[in-house]
């Protein structure tokens, strides 16, 4: 099966400037999740989606970020306005249905962000 | 609420030498317990998991991992290492309540040929 797919791979922007990611989960996996992994740092989840519905989303911060997955498919993380503290690598990863020891999340490749 | 503690944040080894990664999470429900590998430049992957039975469990490239329910511990263990095993190691816990997966620090592993 194909695995998550994310798009940019890098993005350079500088502070204050937006930017979008797109993540397109295995297909038919219904939860959709969103990390931010900083530098020498483990995944911080920021957004959790089961289908068009958000499960969790209490490490977003929601004054500069805003996700949606619309259409209980793909899905967009952007950042608006981005300060230096939000360089990362941006994770999107799936699993079939709410996640278990049966369904593993698997992740994509990830895009990486830097702000100048 | 979950939360994860890497014992050590990098590690340095000679091949052959045997590894042993900290590994505790603070959750009071039931939980699955996973280690994550990250080699360089690329993408997370599983390593491998535990949800239920047998406490020790094997994973890929010859690591496993033990549970111990009353230390509240997943430590990833592997006899010899090889230089391929550079890499940063991950664990998580996974709420089956919520489906949230909350991951440690990572450590760092370097071995040297």
């Known amino acids: 099966e194909a695995g998550v797919a994310q798009s940019p791979r890098y993005k350079i922007i500088e502070k204050r400037q937006s930017v979008a990611f797109w993540c397109n989960p295995i297909s038919g996996h219904a939860t959709l999740y969103w990390y931010q992994q900083i530098l020498g740092q483990g995944p911080k989840l920021l957004i959790q989606f089961q289908n068009n519905g958000v499960v969790d989303d209490s490490q977003l911060p929601k004054d500069r970020f805003s996700a949606e997955r619309l259409k209980g498919v793909d899905s967009t993380l952007k950042i608006q306005p981005a300060k230096l503290e939000d360089s990362a690598v941006y994770l999107c990863a799936s699993s079939p249905l709410r996640a278990s020891g049966a369904n593993v999340l698997t992740f994509g490749a990830g895009s990486r962000l830097t702000v100048l | 609420a979950q939360s994860v503690s890497q014992h050590n944040h990098h590690v340095i080894l000679s091949e052959a030498a045997s590894l042993e990664l900290g590994c505790n999470y603070s959750?009071?429900?039931?939980?699955?317990l996973f280690w994550y590998v990250q080699y360089p430049g690329q993408h997370l992957q599983l390593l491998l998991k535990?949800?239920?039975?047998?406490?020790l469990v094997k994973g890929i490239k010859g690591f496993e991992a033990e549970f111990i329910k009353s230390k509240f511990s997943f430590n990833l263990r592997k006899p010899s290492v090889q230089w391929s095993d550079t890499a940063e190691y991950f664990c998580a816990v996974l709420s089956s309540n919520t489906g949230k997966l909350i991951f440690g620090q990572g450590t760092t592993l370097q071995v040297k040929p």
């Open positions: 535990y949800f239920s039975g047998d406490p």
């Open positions: 959750y009071g429900g039931t939980v699955n």
